[in-house]
């Protein structure tokens, strides 16, 4: 897919971790995700605040901030299940969010993983996968025969990306909690998503768990952009590394964005957030 391009110049800031120095022409760097002056109330407390987001291709963009910062308002704003009071939400170059429903923003390739796994229990675990990609199967089935070689690649390429190839054939129920977060991942990357969104994806999960769910995360870093709302700081550590973005939500707007380093060094976020 061609991508969408954006110049940075346009809209602010240079890209994520990217220091002038390290690369002295870098040229115009894609944006995959924007969203302005977004503005969401509920019973006339602000959710969300006017806020401004900028998610660059190919990103790994961790968000934290304390519980009703407006995470995973934002999160309902860009996958079309809460309608904001005004602001512009924008996938790639210029596909405007705020026209569509949630289904096209799905089909648009916006994926979006809730904290609660949403599997289909009775069904072992390949055909979950497979249950995934029904739309565009019986899109493909109308343009080539040979489909189910592709289906069963694509299946099989998900189960070793998400480590569930031991419990291919075990029903989707019997899995441990990490094992079906990491199968709703895959459904999701059965749709080929442009950008993944996971809300608080390690939350109720064991240590083991964790680590297994960060390593799926990372190795996904050259399929699609994500955005990753957490809690687990050991767990944003390692993701954002030392020169990812990550971005500090607090009272529905973006107070903070820089290295983990830098956050945790300014005072206004120690103040609402980490210092508590
Ligand atoms: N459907 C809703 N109706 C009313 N208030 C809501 C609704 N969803 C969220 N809120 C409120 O919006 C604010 C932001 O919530 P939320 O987006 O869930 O925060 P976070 O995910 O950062 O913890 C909170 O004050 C919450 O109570
Ligand atoms: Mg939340």
Redesign the pocket.
């Known amino acids: 897919m061609k991508p969408d391009l954006i110049e940075t110049s346009a809209i602010g800031a240079g890209a994520p971790g990217v220091d002038a120095k390290d690369t002295p022409n870098p040229g115009p760097q894609s944006t995959i995700l924007y969203l302005e002056g977004v503005t969401v109330t509920?019973?006339g407390?602000k959710?969300l605040n006017n806020i401004n987001l900028l998610i660059y291709e190919g990103e790994l963009r961790c968000v934290i901030?304390p519980?009703?910062?407006?995470?995973?308002?934002?999160m309902d704003v860009i996958t079309g299940k809460t309608k904001p009071d005004s602001g512009r939400v924008i996938l790639g170059k210029d596909l405007d969010l705020l026209r569509l429903d949630e289904p096209r923003i799905a089909s648009s390739g916006v994926g979006r993983k809730f904290q609660k796994p949403t599997v289909f229990e009775r069904h072992p675990v390949w055909e979950n996968l497979e249950l995934a990609m029904t739309t565009e199967r019986k899109w493909y089935r109308c343009l080539h025969s040979k489909l189910t070689s592709e289906t069963r690649d694509r299946i099989e390429q998900t189960l070793h990306l998400t480590g569930l190839m031991p419990v291919a054939f075990r029903a989707a129920g019997q899995l441990s909690h990490g094992e079906k977060q990491r199968l709703e991942i895959g459904m999701l990357l059965m749709q080929r998503p442009r950008v993944l969104l996971l809300d608080e994806p390690a939350a109720g999960m064991s240590d083991r768990e964790t680590e297994q769910l960060a390593e799926l995360v990372e190795s996904l870093r050259s399929t699609c952009s994500m955005v990753v709302?957490e809690h687990d700081m050991d767990f944003v550590a390692r993701l954002a590394g030392e020169r990812g973005r990550v971005t500090v939500?607090a009272e529905g707007s973006v107070l903070m964005e820089g290295t983990l380093e830098q956050i945790k060094k300014d005072e206004t976020v120690i103040a609402s957030y980490l210092g508590r």
């Open positions: 509920f019973d407390i959710a901030g519980n009703g910062a407006g995470k995973t308002t934002m709302v939500m």
